[in-house]
């Protein structure tokens, strides 16, 4: 599993994990989670910190994960809602521009009719 997910992986998060035999996704939420200490490979190295998560499932099983040494295809369960999010937030910005570019094309005019007086 990449490092960003890990990183970004919070107590409340909801994801879903892949599971090949079953071809499928499965969701669940990190719940708790808590240090371990790992030995780096390098010679003369300290130890350095993970983490393993504790996931509950929607069918109610619940495990202990370490994110670092288990292979998992996880995804981030509200994905879409974030995709939206940014798209609303696009399109009020796309709003937003629109209207200072008439603003300024009033300012621009007003200013065009005072002088002329």
Known sequence: MD???IDHMNIGQQVEVYWPQDEEYYAWKVTKKRKLQAENKVKGSTKSTRYEYFIKYD?????????????????FANKNLYREKRQNLMDEASKLKLHLSLLQRDVLEGIEETHQK
């Open 3 to 5: 490092n960003i997910y």
């Open 59 to 75: 069918d109610g099983d619940a495990e202990w994960v370490d994110l670092d040494s288990d292979d998992l295809n996880i995804r």
